[in-house]
């Protein structure tokens, strides 16, 4: 609807609205935070999340070796950004996407 009534968005919009969903994707599977950090995203989740711990497994088992789950301290799947992969915004989504397994019973 923004391209029909202003034209094509200049990129710094365009990233501004991905973000946007990202954060709204990640509040969805209870991301709290989502930050960067050299190599890394981290996904830190809320203390009071309602997740099924029973399918960390599977989201690791997803992922491969990259993704890491840190249970001590604030809960977090960490993933440590393969050379030559997408963006962080396409790294991001393809997590938040294994992390929905993590809402069924």
């Known amino acids: 609807e923004l391209t029909d009534r202003f034209g094509k968005p200049p990129v710094c919009v365009q990233n501004l609205i991905q973000i946007a969903l990202l954060r709204g994707r990640a509040h969805e599977v209870f991301v ?55 963006t962080l915004i396409e790294e991001s989504n393809k997590i938040l996407d294994a992390m929905k397994i993590l809402l069924e019973d």
């Open 32 to 86: 709290e935070t989502l930050s960067s950090r050299d190599d890394e995203i981290v996904f830190s989740l809320f203390p009071e999340a309602t997740l099924n711990p029973g399918h960390i497994g599977d989201v690791l088992g997803d992922i491969g070796e990259a993704l890491r789950f840190q249970a001590a301290g604030k809960p977090s799947f960490i993933y440590k950004i393969p050379e030559g992969s997408g």
